[in-house]
T-cell receptor
Framework: ETGVTQSPTHLIKTRGQQVTLRCSSQSGHNTVSWYQQALGQGPQFIFQ???????GRGNFPPRFSGLQFPNYSSELNVNALELDDSALYLC???????????FGEGSWLTVV | LAKTTQPISMDSYEGQEVNITCSHN???????ITWYQQFPSQGPRFIIQGYKTKVTNEVASLFIPADRKSSTLSLPRVSLSDTAVYYCLVGDEYSGGGADGLTFGKGTHLIIQP
């Protein structure tokens, strides 16, 4: 139990639709990162949020966007869904420059 | 970022010691080596981190030779519940990954048999 909770746990969307995934960080953690993990691959960094602003971004197109709220919770939004967006989406929380990062159990997204 | 190479898969038996080696020939002077464990349908979990020589915690040991071009994660007396994917990462001391995030490879799929 990491204290990082994600919702929903599973969802199915149609190509072209939009999806919002949610994450509550561990108490006291002010930094949230999102990762995409395709089947059989390691997690790939999407972006990180700190103080409600994007602090860094991986190699993902602009249709992947996010928000961080004053309580440090976060959302990942993906527009114009493509079949290749089917993956496990992981949220991770930490202190900014902190030494430990905690991952949630992820949200499984299937795009059909 | 230094690239890491580790075996795709390994098999062992309950009660054995398992050693997983990771190569990181281009490791930078200020890079740390961090290992994560991931069970199916869960996020990765931090196991251990080190810079040089040997680090031990309640879960594993990490051996790093003087040239730091490789490292070995050692799991003592494994059980069936140690079946998981193990990732070797090289980078910032802060395991949060910072603005560049953490760079995961495909990891080593460890299968423990009875």
């Amino acid at each position: 139990e990491t204290g990082v909770t994600q919702s929903p746990t599973h969802l199915i969307k149609t190509r072209g639709q939009q999806v919002t995934l949610r994450c509550s960080s561990q108490s006291g953690h002010n930094t949230v990162s999102w990762y995409q993990q395709a089947l059989g691959q390691g997690p790939q960094f999407i972006f990180q949020y700190y103080r409600e602003e994007e602090n860094g971004r991986g190699n993902f197109p602009p249709r992947f966007s996010g928000l961080q709220f004053p309580n440090y919770s976060s959302e990942l939004n993906v527009n114009a869904l493509e079949l290749d967006d089917s993956a496990l989406y992981l949220c991770a929380s930490s202190l900014f420059s902190g030494n430990t990062i905690y991952f949630g159990e992820g949200s499984w997204l299937t795009v059909v | 970022l230094a690239k890491t190479t580790q075996p795709i898969s390994m098999d062992s038996y309950e009660g054995q010691e398992v050693n997983i080696t990771c190569s990181h020939n281009n490791i930078a002077t200020n890079d740390y080596i961090t290992w994560y464990q991931q069970f199916p349908s869960q996020g990765p979990r931090f196991i251990i981190q080190g810079y040089k020589t040997k680090v031990t915690n309640e879960v594993a040991s990490l051996f790093i030779p003087a040239d730091r071009k490789s490292s070995t994660l050692s799991l003592p007396r494994v059980s069936l519940s140690d079946t998981a994917v193990y990732y070797c990462l090289v980078g910032d001391e802060y395991s949060g990954g910072g603005a560049d995030g953490l760079t995961f490879g495909k990891g080593t799929h460890l299968i423990i048999q009875p």
